[in-house]
């Protein structure tokens, strides 16, 4: 069964600098996708990005990024030049089967001013 | 930009009651799925539904609960008698496909979820 873990339950970063969230993942699967989501405090699940098994080029968007290793079994999510909106959790997540998404216990992010 | 919508926003029970929880899936996704998180936990798998039918279902999915697709727009979840644990934040996703995460459109969208407190 895939499995997904985020090892940092919190992350205190300075507005403005980047920041790296950290996802591992485990999957005997050869074609998956991993997916980075943002639940800020008002609850609401939003999704920022999404890396195929088979991509050759690490997704971006906007100032998301995910630096996917393959090898290493890592997705980790790059937040450049962080506002203070950023503060959120952030879950990482991972296809299993063909139906449903596991997720990682998240991290929450705090930027502060 | 199209989104996933859930209505009420906020549901208070008694132990027991039935409960429905309304979502509007993105119109042209065909995959539906519902997930629920506990306050301060991570973000649990309940079911699938595709084709009117469910694909899939967690261990958490017993004889409680059921989904339906009463017309072409909308997508429920009925817990028949609700305990105490089924008090949480309750999801609705759709997507536009399902092929095991190998392509983007199998992207699963959330709506803003249904807070269920049960007393």
């Known amino acids: 069964a895939q499995k997904i873990t985020q090892t940092q339950p919190g992350m205190f970063v300075q507005e403005k600098e980047a920041v790296t969230l950290d996802c591992t993942y485990d999957t005997s699967d050869p074609s998956y996708g991993l997916f980075w989501y943002k639940q800020p405090s008002s609850g609401e699940m939003i999704f920022l990005i999404y890396?195929?098994?088979?991509?050759?080029q690490n997704a971006t968007e906007g100032r998301y990024s995910l630096n996917f290793q393959k090898a290493r079994k890592s997705a980790n999510l790059v937040i450049s030049a962080s506002q203070l909106g950023d503060s959120a959790m952030y879950f990482c997540a991972i296809f299993q089967g063909a139906q449903k998404l596991v997720f990682g216990q998240g991290t929450r992010l705090t930027i502060n001013p | 930009e199209p989104e996933v919508t859930q209505t009420p926003s906020h549901q208070v029970t008694q132990m027991g009651q039935e409960v429905i929880l309304r979502c509007v899936p993105i119109?042209?996704?065909?995959?539906f799925y519902w997930y629920r998180q506990i306050l301060g936990q991570k973000v649990e798998f309940l079911v699938s539904?595709?084709?009117?039918?469910?694909?899939?279902k967690s261990e958490i999915f017993d004889d409680q609960f059921s989904v339906e697709r009463p017309d072409g727009s909308n997508f429920t979840l009925k817990i028949r008698s609700t305990k105490l644990e089924d008090s949480a934040m309750y999801f609705c996703?759709?997507?536009?496909?399902?092929?095991?995460?190998?392509?983007?459109?199998?992207?699963?969208?959330f709506g803003p979820g249904t807070r269920l407190t049960v007393l």
């Open positions: 996703a759709s997507s536009d496909l399902s092929s095991g995460g190998a392509l983007p459109t199998d992207t699963q969208y």
């Open positions: 539904f595709y084709n009117n039918e469910i694909s899939e």
């Open positions: 890396q195929g098994s088979y991509d050759q």
């Open positions: 119109s042209n996704h065909l995959y």
